[in-house]
């Protein structure tokens, strides 16, 4: 039963190790609405898939029109953001996901832009 318990933690970590070691990218998001002055809530996706909220805040202090970095195992992956409205998270306004391909310590910043009325 040691035997078992140790081989597991053994595979546990050296399935963690490898991971860290995957070659990584970065995907940041940008907004870009300079004629807002509000906040506005975000959601981003990676591979469909939620990696991080945030509420930017345009012409208002503290100003914040970009995300942390989200890293994320280089390779091929399809890039979303969903806007706050009312309480909920719906597409974009004219921003479909995009499939970009990745290298290692490659950086992509997936501008969105915005009008407000």
Do not use: E
Request: with cysteine; charged share 10%; hydrophobic share 45%.
């Amino acid at each position: 039963m040691k035997h078992l318990i140790s081989s597991l933690a053994i595979a546990v970590c050296a399935g963690c190790a490898s991971s860290d070691l995957a070659p990584h990218a970065t995907v940041i998001f940008s907004l870009n609405a300079p004629l807002c002055s509000s906040t506005i809530p975000a959601q981003f996706l990676v591979d469909s898939v939620q990696v991080g909220i945030d509420t930017f805040r345009v012409n208002l202090p503290p100003a914040h029109t970009s995300s942390q970095g989200f890293p994320i195992v280089t390779g091929t992956h399809r890039i979303g953001a969903r806007l706050g409205l009312n309480g909920s998270y719906v597409p974009w306004p004219g921003v479909p996901d995009t499939v970009v391909t990745l290298s290692d310590g490659a950086t992509f910043t997936r501008v969105l832009p915005l009008a407000c009325s």
